[in-house]
């Protein structure tokens, strides 16, 4: 079992920075591909980043794409969501995930981590 504890989240004005922490409980943190997803007020969960057990290869949505950056400190079990120049639609709940290492699946989809975080607040004002 695998637990998630994210921090970092807050208020920022448009143009921001802020970095997101994912602490693991555990000691098979590096088998797990590690996933953040967010969830805005009226809107469904969606796929922001994710990071392979390695932290060989990422994947970003699009809309974060060249702002975000995803990374991995295997030896802290921390995995993290670096985010530059924050606009208002970032505005969300953001919570990592963690799903264990397999093939043939590309860790941007919720229904394929079995691990979640409580999810912390981002709000970017205007």
């Known amino acids: 079992q695998v637990q998630l504890v994210e921090s970092g989240g807050g208020l920022v004005q448009a143009g921001g920075s802020l970095r997101l922490s994912c602490a693991a409980s555990g000691r098979t943190f590096s088998s797990y591909a590690m996933g953040w997803f967010r969830q805005a007020p009226g809107k469904e969960r969606e796929f922001v980043a994710r990071i392979t057990w390695s932290g060989g290869t990422t994947i970003y949505a699009d809309s974060v794409k060249g702002r975000f950056t995803i990374s991995r400190d295997n030896g802290k079990n921390t995995v993290y969501l670096q985010m530059n120049n924050l606009q208002p639609e970032d505005t969300a709940v953001y919570s990592c995930?963690?799903?264990?290492?397999?093939?043939?699946?590309?860790?941007?989809?919720?229904?394929?981590?079995?691990?979640w975080g409580q999810g912390t607040q981002v709000t970017v004002s205007s």
């Open positions: 995930a963690a799903a264990q290492r397999r093939s043939g699946v590309t860790f941007t989809e919720s229904y394929e981590y079995h691990h």
